[in-house]
């Protein structure tokens, strides 16, 4: 069910502008990054879901974080600190995860950020359901005066007593996983939405990524712990590219 904003929005903003109150002060925060985009939405809306850039073609560094779907419906794709998450369903409720993309494998879209750095902007709220967490990243992206033009990469790491995460492979599978530590990356946009496939109806797009599990994936719905802390991207040093 969709979220009523005009039936709680008054107390959600309350409690967002009580938790960020001690964001720090002194971080230079970016509203607008750059983004390496690789889609055909002409050729996708019609189920043409080959490859629109290769691997090769691909610059990952240790600040990248990235979400995507890899050609044919193979691989769910999900990036973290330059990692590639290769998720795709396996036999008896198993999930298949690589690491290791070759060069001449390919992905239908892939939407790729790698900051300069990482700064810690706040922490968060209990949240228990996508709108909440749409909602908190409106509140962020406002108070910093990002505006309509903001395309924002975040990473919020946490502790959530539920996560539901799909992989939108062929055949699909979602997956409702408990009691993880959990990464939550992706975009915040508002203004090219169809370009960054925002969820539709939403200003984000996330993806997950569980470590005590090794699982990752598109992010359906989470019920997380308050006191998350949301990275965004800082003006700092050059990231390393990753070997």
């Not at 984000?204 to 719905?221: K, T």
């Amino acid at each position: 069910m969709k979220f009523k904003h005009w039936a709680v929005a008054s107390m959600m903003l309350a409690t967002s502008l009580q938790t960020f109150s001690a964001m720090g002060s002194d971080a230079d925060f970016a509203c607008i990054s750059q983004v390496q985009s690789f889609s055909n939405l002409v050729r996708m809306k019609k189920g043409d879901f080959t490859a629109n850039v290769k691997w090769k073609d691909v610059a990952l560094f240790n600040t990248s974080i990235g979400y995507g779907a890899a050609e044919n419906h193979r691989y769910e794709l999900t990036i973290m600190d330059g990692k590639v998450y290769m998720a795709r369903p396996g036999k008896g409720g198993a999930v298949t995860i690589r690491h290791d993309p070759k060069p001449g494998e390919g992905a239908a879209m892939l939407q790729v950020a790698s900051p300069k750095a990482w700064g810690q902007q706040g922490t968060l709220p209990e949240i228990n359901s996508f709108d909440e967490l749409n909602f908190e990243l409106d509140q962020v992206v406002d108070d910093l005066e990002c505006g309509d033009d903001v395309l924002l990469p975040f990473k919020i790491k946490g502790y959530a007593k539920s996560v539901t995460w799909s992989m939108d492979t062929h055949p699909s599978r979602v997956i409702t996983t408990k009691d993880q530590s959990v990464v939550i990356v992706g975009l915040y946009n508002r203004s090219d939405k169809t370009k960054y496939f925002m969820v539709k109806g939403y200003n984000i797009h996330p993806h997950v990524v569980m470590p005590g599990v090794g699982y990752a994936g598109h992010l359906r719905s989470v019920e997380l712990n308050e006191g998350a802390a949301l990275l965004l991207p800082e003006n700092a040093a050059v990231p390393l590219r990753v070997k």
